[in-house]
């Protein structure tokens, strides 16, 4: 299995995010506990730019990264305006071992 980091760009509406998350939560939870989803959380808000998240997902490719976060409910409500999917290669730093 491969690594891959994922952003998710959100739609201008924290309402509809906020409604959603608790089943996005769990959704990627389960993804966690099935050993896909290594680290998930929002970034940093930048000024003048959409509210995004990283997801680092292990898989076999592109396509099954994306296949396995196509039922997250952030994206079937409709919260996430783009998901950009980056194979990731990392080579060191206090994680690496944990990611081997």
């Not at 509406?13 to 769990?26: E, G, I, K, M, Q």
């Not at 970034?43 to 959409?50: D, I, K, M, S």
């Not at 296949?67 to 194979?87: H, K, S």
Request: net charge negative.
């Amino acid at each position: 299995m491969s690594l891959f980091a994922v952003q998710y760009t959100y739609i201008d509406d924290a309402a509809a995010r906020d409604a959603s998350r608790p089943a996005h939560r769990a959704y990627l939870g389960e993804l966690a506990d099935a050993g896909t989803v290594v680290l998930s959380g929002p970034l940093a808000a930048v000024e003048g730019a959409p509210d995004a998240a990283l997801i680092v997902v292990r898989a076999a490719s592109e396509a099954d990264a994306r296949a396995r976060l196509a039922e997250d409910p952030f994206q079937v409500d409709g919260v996430v305006a783009q998901v950009d999917v980056r194979g990731w290669n990392p080579v060191l730093g206090e994680l690496f071992a944990a990611l081997a």
